[in-house]
C-alpha cells in the first residue's frame, strides 16, 4: 500500500506531503527514484574516491546504456544547460576555462530562436554568453539564422519541450546550417523522455549535445541531469564542471547521485516500454472512467509524441460547465486530506493528471478525489 498519508520525516517536521497526479514538477519534488537508485546511493555513501575518476567512468557506463559517443553527469538538466554554453565557447581551452564569465576575448554569442526564449535560459547567461535573438514572434526563418551568424558565434541553441515547437526552425535544418558554418547545436530536451526514443532522438537529427534531466522520467536522483553527445564537446563540459574549480563548481554533484544516475539511466534504458505505457494508460483511464459522467466535464486520455508523451488524462471544461475553473479545482484538491497535486493548467483552462508519480493505491485516491471535487463543484457547492 502506498504511503499517502505517511512521510513520517515531513510530519515530524510539521510538513504535508502530497500525492503527486501532476507530473515530474521540480517544485513538487520531480519523480520518484527507483529502488536501484536507493540501493546505488547505499552503498556509496561509505565510500571515497577521486570524483574526476567516478565521473570519467560512469559518463562511459551512461554512454554505452544509451548508445551514444559520450556522456556527463551534470547538476540536473539546467546544470547541463551552463556546462553546454561553457563547452562551446571554451574547448577544451584552459585559459578561456579559467576565463568565464568573462568571454570578451572569444566567440561568446549563441544564436536562439526568440520563441525558444524560455524560464531557464539565465542558465546559459550565467557564463557570461551573450544571446542573438532570431525571429519574430512565434515564427522564425532559415535565413534569418544565417544572418545572424558572425565571426562572435559560438553556437545555436535548440529547445524541445512539451507545447513548444510550433512556427520554429525544425532541428534538422537548424543543424544543416550550423554544421556548414562549423558551429554546434546545443540542444535542451530536459523533459523528453521518456518515450526512450527520444534518447537519441535530438542527437541522431543533428544536435551535437543533448541536456536531459535525471529526476524527471528517468528517475534518478532528483539533483542530476546528463549531457550527452559528441566526445569533444562532452569532454569541454566536464572541464568546466566540479570538482574543477571553473564556472560549474557551484554546481557540484556528489558520488551517491553519480552513482544513482547511473543505476537509474541503466534500469531506465532496460525498462518494458510497452509495460510501462500501458500501466500509465490503466491510471489515466481509471481517472476518466470516474468522472465521465460528471455534467460539463469531457475527459479522455491522451499520448502524442509531443505534447503527451506519456499518457495524460486530459479534464475540459465544457461550455455547459457550471462550477469554478478549473484553478479553483486545482487549490480545492490541494486543501484535501491527502493533498492532491496536478500538473498546472493547459492553454484553454484544462487539467492535466499525469501517472509518472503514481504507484498503486494512490491512483483510486486521485481519482476519487478529482471526482469529488468535480461533483460537487458542479452542483454549486
Ligand atoms: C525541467 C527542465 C529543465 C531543468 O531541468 P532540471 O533537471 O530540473 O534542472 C530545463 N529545461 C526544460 C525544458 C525543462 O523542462
Not at 276 to 288: L, P
Request: aromatic residues 6%.
Amino acid at each position: 500500500m502506498a504511503d499517502t498519508s505517511g512521510g513520517s520525516v515531513f510530519r515530524r517536521m510539521g510538513l504535508t506531503p502530497v500525492i503527486n497526479a501532476g507530473g515530474t514538477n521540480t517544485k513538487h519534488s520531480g519523480s520518484r527514484m527507483r529502488p536501484e537508485v536507493i540501493e546505488a546511493i547505499r552503498e556509496s555513501s561509505d565510500v571515497f574516491l577521486n570524483i574526476d575518476e567516478l565521473l570519467v567512468r560512469a559518463g562511459e557506463m551512461i554512454a554505452e546504456a544509451i548508445g551514444v559517443e559520450a556522456a556527463l553527469v551534470t547538476s540536473g538538466a539546467a546544470g547541463g544547460l551552463v556546462l553546454q554554453a561553457a563547452a562551446v565557447m571554451t574547448g577544451k581551452d584552459v585559459a578561456r576555462i579559467q576565463s568565464l564569465p568573462i568571454t570578451d576575448w572569444f566567440p561568446n554569442e549563441l544564436i536562439i530562436q526568440r520563441q525558444h526564449r524560455f524560464h531557464y535560459d539565465h542558465a546559459y547567461l550565467m557564463t557570461g554568453a551573450k544571446f542573438v535573438e532570431v525571429g519574430k514572434g512565434r515564427h522564425c526563418y532559415p535565413e534569418e539564422v544565417e544572418a545572424a551568424i558572425t565571426p562572435k558565434t559560438a553556437g545555436i541553441i535548440h529547445l524541445v519541450s512539451p507545447f513548444t515547437g510550433a512556427g520554429d526552425i525544425p532541428l534538422p535544418v537548424l543543424a544543416e546550417i550550423a554544421h556548414r558554418h562549423d558551429l554546434p547545436v546545443i540542444c535542451d530536451a530536459a523533459s523528453m523522455v521518456p518515450p526512450r526514443e527520444n534518447m537519441t532522438r535530438y542527437l541522431d537529427e543533428g544536435a551535437d549535445i543533448v541536456s536531459i534531466s535525471g529526476g524527471k522520467g528517468i528517475r534518478g536522483p532528483q539533483s542530476t541531469g546528463l549531457l550527452i553527445g559528441n566526445a569533444d564537446l562532452v569532454e569541454a563540459a566536464r572541464l568546466n564542471a566540479a570538482p574543477n574549480q571553473a564556472i560549474g563548481r557551484p554546481m557540484k554533484v556528489s558520488k551517491e547521485e553519480i552513482v544513482g544516475l547511473v543505476a537509474a539511466v541503466e534500469a531506465f534504458m532496460a525498462e518494458d516500454e510497452a509495460a510501462e505505457t500501458a500501466r500509465f494508460r490503466r491510471y489515466c483511464e481509471t481517472v476518466v472512467d470516474q468522472i465521465a459522467e460528471v455534467p460539463g466535464i469531457r475527459a479522455q486520455v491522451e499520448h502524442d509524441r509531443k505534447d503527451h508523451p506519456i499518457p495524460h488524462a486530459v479534464i475540459y471544461f465544457e461550455r455547459n460547465w457550471r462550477g469554478p475553473d478549473g484553478e479553483e479545482i486545482h487549490r480545492r484538491l490541494m486543501q484535501r486530506s491527502p493533498r492532491v497535486y496536478l500538473s498546472p493548467l493547459g492553454f484553454m483552462g484544462e487539467i492535466y493528471m499525469d501517472p509518472i508519480n503514481l504507484q498503486p493505491g494512490e491512483i483510486e485516491i486521485v481519482a476519487e478525489s478529482i471526482r469529488d471535487e468535480l461533483l460537487k463543484a458542479s452542483s454549486g457547492e
